[in-house]
């Protein structure tokens, strides 16, 4: 490692990328190794560059020229990570080219040396009490590859010992986490042998201590200021006099300044690989420190953001990449000057603080997004879209079917099972006109589940996803895998690499009238796909006892199919408060009046055997008692009939629904 560097004589920083499998929120041991040798033959007397890990200053390297020149400079730190990646960068100062020899890194599992108010810089780890030469050493069974000084010495009040030929210490017990090694432990200075001791540690008190044969004790850290002056003294009962075998300071090093939000990271490395971005200042975090990168505006919040990116002129080629739509802090977006096609994405409308979005001197095609040129008409966003020949300005281009479904329900599902869970999000669209959607899909709720029949290891849980985060998933909705009655679906990737399925609902699936309404067949399908799994409204038992089983969902499940069937929202607002939706429909059922409990938006359009055999599935879902509601199954099996009854009555090639869901029997709700 002498004889050999690396030297950065390009740029202001140059940064290392260490990613440990262990990922954020662990302990590593970071060592850097320095030794100039006068590899240039310039016989520089003093070379003098930062080091810093992350976004925080760690040292300033100072490479002093040795006539033996076969020495190395160490710096090493005990590193909080908190985020999965860790940066060690060198900046030049301009007092010569940085260089280095060497970098270890060491997770420290399990490791005393901790601290989440900052890192720890070793400033002396000495080994007491051997007869090494002067020096510097490394144990090979010392699990934190510690550098051992041996040249340190207390008072002449001390002398050594040696244990050399013992070799059952026990180094694995409880009273040793600091883990030393055995050739530690094998030598120590003391004025005889050890029993019984207390710690004087700049005139504070501490212990008593006991020290059992061939069993190791550390002693907890404390925390000093300035200087350090300890003393070990044997107690009046103790029948041997202490012994020292090593001993460790380290110093608190602070770390004011936060990495650059996570979600901006990813966003901007994603952007980096996409389009191949090789610039000798795109590397190390973003934002920090000293200076962004370059086309980079960040603001000064702790986490910082980035506001602005400037890759103009930068022979970017391809599709507009879905991953600068998580910026979304970015309030300024110049792509002009570049070999850009496709279409222009309508999302960048949800980016909150986008004002300034150019595009000059691209090869985009295709339409214009309405929604865009509606903020730009209104002085929102500062659009530039001159040098686009095929990129149509005009309302009159946009096709007449419309330019694309809007996706008023995004269920992100295993590809292997195909659920459809966000049913309730589907349920509120009959409530809302055309542009009301239009603005509530700012935020979609996204369920990701699996089959609970397929494996034990598989939990079904709920994720909130937003409109551009689904973009992301499916590529920009690039590979349908599958279509049904209800609207395409795509092919998408987590970012855990897990393949699953956006279903959206399509513009056809919509209502067929100016009502803007779900039809009774489609609300039977609903209530199919949702007996598979949706999580649904508050079981009373739960909220009396804070008992909570599968049969709690399925009351809920019998709420909501109630309001596919009504129309009617949980509790009805009346002149005298609010109704519960099972005290509304209770004495229209004891009479008989299934007209007056049907939505009547239907218009008479459903088949009445199939529309009293729903009410009395949704009303055997709600007792009050759980013991007394069916398994959803059950009730799986009877929406299927009924499902079958409705499709019979009406049954043609040309209109009926597709069945393009697997339909399980054994597929009951999970425990919220």
Not at 148 to 164: A, G, H, K, P, Y
Not at 174 to 197: H, M, Q, W, Y
Not at 287 to 293: A, F, V
Not at 386 to 392: E, F, I, K, Q, T
Request: glycine share 6%; net charge neutral; charged share 20%.
């Amino acid at each position: 490692m002498v004889n050999s560097l690396r030297i950065f004589p390009e740029g202001e920083r140059n940064c290392y990328t260490l990613k440990p499998r262990e990922g954020k929120n662990q302990n590593y041991y970071v060592r850097a190794f320095f030794h100039y040798g006068n590899y240039d033959s310039q016989n520089q007397a003093r070379i003098m560059f930062d080091l810093y890990i992350g976004v925080n200053h760690w040292t300033t390297v100072q490479g002093v020229q040795t006539i033996e020149q076969k020495y190395w400079i160490t710096y090493e730190i005990i590193h909080y990570s908190v985020t999965d990646t860790i940066y060690v960068c060198l900046v030049n100062t301009g007092f010569g080219v940085p260089f280095i020899n060497g970098l270890d890194l060491l997770f420290m599992k399990d490791s005393p040396y901790r601290s989440m108010n900052g890192s720890l810089i070793p400033r002396l780890q000495a080994d007491l009490g051997g007869h090494q030469p002067p020096g510097t050493i490394r144990y090979p069974d010392d699990v934190y590859a510690r550098i051992w000084r041996l040249d340190f010495n207390l008072d002449d009040s001390v002398s050594n010992i040696s244990t050399e030929a013992i070799t059952n210490i026990d180094i694995q017990g409880s009273d040793n986490p600091c883990r030393l090694p055995v050739d530690v432990l094998k030598t120590a200075i003391a004025p005889g042998k050890l029993r019984e001791f207390t710690i004087t540690l700049n005139g504070l008190y501490y212990g008593t201590f006991t020290l059992e044969y061939l069993k190791p004790l550390t002693i907890r850290p404390y925390t000093l200021q300035d200087q350090v002056r300890f003393s070990i003294d044997a107690t009046l009962r103790s029948e041997l006099p202490p012994i020292l075998n090593a001993f460790e300071i380290f110093e608190l090093w602070p770390l004011p300044d936060s990495p650059t939000n996570q979600t901006d990271v990813d966003a901007i490395m994603a952007i980096k690989k996409a389009y191949k971005i090789d610039r000798v200042d795109w590397q190390g975090d973003p934002c920090l420190p000293l200076t962004t990168w370059s086309g980079l505006q960040c603001n000064d919040d702790n986490p910082p953001r980035i506001i602005s990116l400037n890759l103009s002129s930068s022979q970017l080629s391809g599709n507009i990449a879905i991953s600068l739509l998580n910026l979304t802090a970015i309030k300024s977006l110049d792509l002009s000057n570049n070999e850009l096609t496709g279409t222009m994405p309508e999302a960048f409308t949800q980016l909150p603080y986008l004002t300034i979005l150019d595009l000059r001197g691209n090869k985009l095609t295709g339409a214009v997004p309405h929604s865009l040129k509606e903020k730009s008409n209104n002085g929102q966003l500062q659009l530039s879209l001159d040098g686009n020949p095929d990129l149509c300005k005009m309302d009159t281009c946009e096709k007449k079917k419309g330019s694309f479904p809007v996706p008023v329900i995004a269920s992100v599902i295993p590809v292997s099972v195909l659920l459809l869970l966000s049913i309730i999000t589907i349920f509120w669209r009959l409530k809302r006109d055309e542009n009301t959607i239009q603005h509530e899909i700012r935020r979609l709720n996204v369920s990701l589940s699996s089959s609970v029949g397929l494996s034990l290891s598989l939990k079904s849980k709920n994720q909130p996803f937003t409109y551009i985060e689904i973009v992301s998933i499916t590529n920009n909705f690039q590979t349908i895998i599958g279509e049904g009655g209800f609207g395409k679906v795509y092919l998408g990737n987590l970012k855990n690499g897990r393949q699953v399925a956006v279903k959206l609902l399509s513009q056809s699936s919509r209502q067929e009238n100016s009502t803007n309404m779900l039809n009774w067949r489609a609300r039977l399908q609903i209530a199919v796909d949702a007996a598979q799994g949706t999580p649904g409204y508050i079981d009373p038992e739960f909220r009396a006892l804070g008992n909570l089983n599968k049969k709690s969902d399925v009351y809920s499940f019998g709420i909501l199919l109630c309001e596919l069937i009504t129309g009617q929202p949980p509790l009805i607002r009346g002149h005298q408060g609010h109704t519960h939706i099972l005290q509304w429909v209770s004495p229209l059922v004891e009479r008989g009046d299934i007209q007056s409990i049907i939505d009547p938006r239907f218009q008479g359009e459903f088949n009445t055997n199939c529309a009293w055999k729903a009410l009395e599935i949704a009303l055997s879902c709600v007792p009050p008692t759980s013991r007394k509601r069916p398994d959803m199954s059950d009730i799986l099996r009877e929406l299927k009939e009924c499902q079958a009854m409705e499709m019979s009555s009406k049954m043609s090639m040309h209109d009926s629904v597709e069945m393009n869901l697997v339909l399980g029997t054994d597929m009951a709700p999970n425990l919220r």
